[in-house]
């Protein structure tokens, strides 16, 4: 371990004043100059989308690429919640300083406080500019926008579209980004993936990117390169992301000398459709609004069977609302999916797997009428019954917790450049403002924050500093010809392995480690077993991978397989990055660490820090650098939700 | 995990090897199926077992398999998205067949949507469509607050209902003529409910029809296929509703032209 802390350029000075500062003191590109900058965007997301067309509208010349057949496709547009922000409209006490606070705390203050502070900043321009473009939010009668509390924040500060926010702002920073299209700003290719960085004098200058459709391997330059391709759910196999969610990206700038920052940051989602067999594909999440009225309980007796109506109100256990008195069944995400595995694992989870939990609407429905909570949850317990052809107005739904979403990603400092020169990550690929917990609704914001709000102004100032672009090149320099046989011979060596197994039975074998051993409870036997079972399955993977077909046209193996070897590298490093941090905090629960009360217990003395991994080789020990957080405005307080 | 009684079935297939190449149904046995599966997780079975005989495995389009990204596509028994209704193929599940059945799985058809492989076709013209016009022409950072611009709630919601189409094509799939009007109507709704739309409405729907017809998209005749299929519920209400403002906005523009001429004229 190096004992530098690293550096995240947050200038110095009153955390409400840094950025306007430091917009000031940021060097500008003359409007007239930006048409010589090439810009490369991959990922199509709120943060892609968002910086895609706010930089095409800026004036530079930017690429857009997304591996789906259209950028409206990106996964965000799942999310279904909201997206906070501190209008305050409701005036019940939301501002930027309680925003800022909430998030840090939610964070479990493992994340940058004048990065958060920012966000907390540019919250309300995001909504003005997404009102602005057509998102059709909800509205009160007189026409305001309206508002709602959500995950259990104390104001009401999530602005919504019915159930589908994600699509609609998505949909928004399309219609932003085609716009540009029109103009000839933006060039988008569709249905590209990453294959490789291409760095050039130390500098992030290009990407090697593989069509879908051909199979053919195409070189793209540029003066800077942004990631905005999300998060690395998908490493466990079963998650809530889409299929085609990776890490890949974000790896491979990883092994170019990028910083991949606090891997075993995952979130795990309290409130999704159990598991129904070993076909599963993906799993489907249900808005945790849900634990705001649905009471969530097993059975007192162990392998009891029996149907929910048969089970009487004496034979229940309301773990939550046993343990928590205070918060009951809305108690933070991290706490509800832990708890929902202690009862599973003392063997009195429900339904025919065992792998789940009751969410009973029974006393509510009693209390309100089936057309009150029709109307609240109606959509909610139509996609139930669609998935599990279960009724939940007469009998309870069954839930259990996965895979949502990544705190961690590539390291990036205050101007979200990454340890690459030229490199810069948003969104989810970026680690940077959530901590070791995400707070509901704060993912849109976010990515939109970055993309919209932040990058265009950081971008300028790297190239007015650096001039990036007075090195010329292009895609014929030998760099981008090294990067594309390297390429080449990655996927000739996967179609040639010549083995016996499909990449679906080794991505499933990984996730089974994964969430075995680093999920929701951790201990430090448990990680060195994963270690060893991820290297020893990646071993067998490259001995005896199965891909048909060849390297021509369509190939749905071999992408897949290219994507799956690189999870089985960051599996390792997720594992290692968790047996480190020998603390609870946030979503990453140590067993070794808690208090007497079972709760996450963080260890500030000696975990105050962000760690940054730097990538040493495939099969050697990665570097582990550390940032230390500093809380000057904030003061650390243990959670405590009793 | 108690076994619940896995289907066989029979899949008639289409499979294509790439664009340039004629394609073919092919007939596939399948079984252990379970009925909680979903579609497409009955294709993944498939296609296991296709790469476990050392044959290419069926290529179809996906990615949220929840129902809102548009990217899964399939007519399945002559339907597009399949027999239920209001729901995506990825959201289909197995148990609406029976075991014994034999299903015909085909890629959506039409002249704008060429396949690529097998199942899978390209709609890029669904976004050169939105390119055309559909978005409101504002920058980042030049909006006002989100409250100057009052809209009605009623509006917010027509906006909405038109604004959830998640441009998976069925509707062109579904339709005769492989008209793309209710894709276009939906769009144009979403944006000429909000007082925001209004600025460019007239331009907007002039150049996105113009575009759609360019695409070689048929016409509408009424047939109400689109609505039918429709996993979002896009009524057809909007078609009329676009029908309507394009005859004005067309004979704005012819009005306006002539006035540009007649002022060419008098210098
Ligand atoms: S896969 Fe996204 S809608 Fe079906």
Redesign the interface.
């Known amino acids: 371990m190096s004992d530098r802390s690293l550096d995240g350029r947050v200038p110095f000075g009153d955390i409400r004043q840094i950025w306007d500062r430091h917009r000031f003191s940021m060097n500008l590109v003359n409007p007239s100059n930006r048409r010589k900058y090439k810009v490369i965007v991959v990922g199509t997301g709120l943060a892609g989308g968002?910086a895609a067309?706010?930089l095409a509208?800026q004036g530079y010349k930017v690429a857009s690429f997304c591996i789906?057949?259209?950028?409206?496709?990106?996964?965000s547009?799942?999310a279904q919640g909201g997206i906070n922000a501190t209008?305050n409209?409701p005036n019940d006490g939301d501002s930027v300083w309680r925003l800022f606070y909430d998030t840090v705390k939610g964070g479990d203050f493992r994340s940058r406080e004048a990065n958060v502070y920012r966000l907390a900043q540019v919250s309300n321009?995001i909504?003005?500019?997404?009102?602005?473009?057509?998102v059709?939010?909800?509205?009160?009668?007189?026409?305001?926008?309206s508002n709602r509390s959500f995950g259990g924040a104390q104001v009401s500060r999530t602005f919504y579209?019915?159930g589908?926010t994600g699509?609609?702002l998505l949909?928004g920073a399309?219609?932003?980004m085609?716009?540009e299209?029109?103009k000839g700003h933006i060039t988008?290719y569709?249905r590209r993936e990453l294959v490789e960085l291409v760095m050039i004098h130390g500098r992030a200058r290009g990407i090697i990117t593989r069509n879908i459709?051909t199979g053919e391997l195409e070189k793209y330059s540029a003066d800077a390169v942004l990631l905005c391709t999300g998060g690395y759910g998908n490493t466990y196999f079963l998650s809530t992301n889409?299929?085609?969610s990776n890490g890949s990206a974000a790896w491979k700038a990883y092994k170019k000398g990028a910083y991949f920052a606090n891997p075993c940051y995952t979130q795990i989602h309290p409130t999704c459709i159990p598991v129904?067999?070993e076909?599963?594909?993906?799993l489907?999440?249900m808005s945790e609004s849900l634990r705001n009225d649905g009471r969530v309980w097993v059975p007192k007796a162990r392998n009891d069977r029996r149907l929910a109506i048969d089970i009487a109100e004496h034979e229940r256990d309301y773990f939550l609302e046993e343990k928590y008195p205070a918060f009951g069944n809305l108690v933070p995400r991290d706490v509800a999916s832990r708890n929902a595995k202690g009862v599973v694992d003392d063997q009195r989870g429900v339904g025919?797997?065992g792998l789940s939990v009751f969410l009973d609407f029974r006393d509510t429905i009693k209390r309100d009428g089936k057309e009150a909570v029709g109307q609240k949850y109606g959509n909610l317990f139509e996609?139930y019954n669609?998935?599990?052809?279960e009724d939940p107005y007469s009998r309870p739904m069954r839930i259990y917790p996965a895979v949502h979403y990544t705190m961690g990603g590539l390291w990036v400092d205050y101007n979200l450049m990454t340890s690459i020169p030229g490199l810069f990550a948003l969104g989810e690929c970026n680690f940077s403002d959530h901590g070791s917990n995400r707070l509901g609704a704060s993912a849109l914001m976010q990515g939109l924050a970055d993309g919209?709000?932040i990058i265009?102004y950081t971008l300028g100032n790297y190239f007015a500093a650096e001039h990036p672009h007075e090195d010329i090149i292009d895609v014929e320099h030998e760099a981008f010809h090294e990067a594309m046989q390297s390429a080449k011979d990655r996927f000739s060596e996967l179609l040639n392995i010549g083995g016996s197994r499909?990449v679906?039975t080794f991505h499933k074998a990984l996730g089974q480690s994964m969430w075995e051993y680093v999920g929701m409870a951790r201990n430090e036997a448990g990680l060195k077993k994963a270690i060893e079972e991820i290297v020893d399955l990646r071993t067998q993977f490259w001995k005896d991978l199965?891909v048909?077909?060849t390297d021509v046209?369509?190939n749905?193996?071999l992408e897949k397989a290219n994507r799956v070897a690189d999870f089985l590298e960051l599996g390792e490093l997720m594992a290692r990055d968790a047996l480190e941090r020998k603390e609870s905090c946030g979503g990453h629960f140590r067993e070794e660490s808690q208090t007497e009360q079972h709760e996450a217990q963080r260890d500030d003395t000696n975990f105050s820090h962000v760690a940054a991994w730097e990538f040493k080789g495939v099969d050697a020990v990665p570097e582990r650098h550390i940032e230390d957080l500093i809380f000057e405005h904030v003061r650390l307080t243990q959670r405590s939700y009793k | 995990?108690?076994e619940r009684a896995k289907m066989t079935l029979k899949l008639k297939i289409w499979r294509q090897?790439?664009a340039r190449s004629k394609g073919r149904m092919t007939d596939y046995t399948l079984s252990g199926v379970?009925p909680?599966?979903?579609f497409?997780?009955m294709l993944?079975?498939l296609?296991?077992q296709?790469?476990?005989q050392?044959?290419?495995?069926v290529?179809f389009?996906?990615?949220?398999?929840?129902?809102?990204?548009?990217?899964c596509s399939l007519v399945i028994n002559g339907q597009a998205h399949g027999p239920e209704a209001l729901?995506t193929t990825c959201?289909l599940?197995m148990?609406k067949f029976k075991s014994g059945d034999t299903l015909f799985i085909e890629p959506f058809r039409a002249k704008a949507f060429p396949v690529?492989?097998?199942l899978?076709v390209?709609?890029?013209a669904?976004?050169e469509i939105?390119?055309?016009?559909?978005?409101?022409?504002?920058?980042?950072?030049?909006?006002?607050?989100?409250?100057a611009?009052?809209?009605?709630?009623i509006n917010?919601?027509l906006?909405?209902d038109a604004?959830?189409c998640?441009?998976c094509g069925a509707c062109v799939a579904s339709c005769k003529n492989a008209s793309a009007m209710l894709f276009v109507s939906a769009k144009v709704a979403?944006?000429s409910h909000?007082p925001?739309?209004q600025v460019e409405a007239d331009k907007r729907i002039l150049s996105m029809v113009a575009k759609m017809d360019a695409l070689g998209f048929g016409n509408c005749t009424n047939e109400a296929e689109c609505q039918a299929v429709c996993p979002k519920g896009i009524s057809i209400s909007n078609i009329a509703r676009l029908n309507r403002q394009y005859l004005r906005a067309a004979l704005l523009s012819e009005e306006s032209e002539s006035m540009d001429c007649l002022e060419e004229g008098s210098h």
């Open positions: 968002s067309a706010t509208e789906q057949d259209s950028p409206r496709r990106a996964h547009i799942a209008k409209y321009n909504i003005d500019q997404c009102a602005a473009q057509g059709p939010f909800a509205r009160e009668y007189g026409g305001t926008l579209a019915r589908q699509q609609q949909l399309y219609s932003a085609m716009k299209v029109s988008v569709t459709i889409a299929m085609t129904h067999g076909n599963q594909s993906k489907t999440l025919e797997t996609m669609r998935i599990t052809d919209y709000f265009p499909s679906d199965k048909t077909g046209g369509v749905i193996e | 995990m108690s090897e790439n379970s909680d599966m979903s497409l997780e993944d079975l296609n296991e296709l790469i476990s050392d044959k290419d495995p290529s389009d996906h990615d949220c398999r929840e129902g809102i990204c548009g990217m729901t959201q599940h148990r690529l492989k097998d899978m390209d709609r890029a669904f976004d939105i390119a055309a016009g559909g978005f409101i022409d504002i920058a980042t950072g030049s909006a006002p607050d989100a409250n611009i009052p809209v009605s709630k917010a919601d906006a909405m604004a959830a998640i441009g979403h944006l909000l925001q739309g």
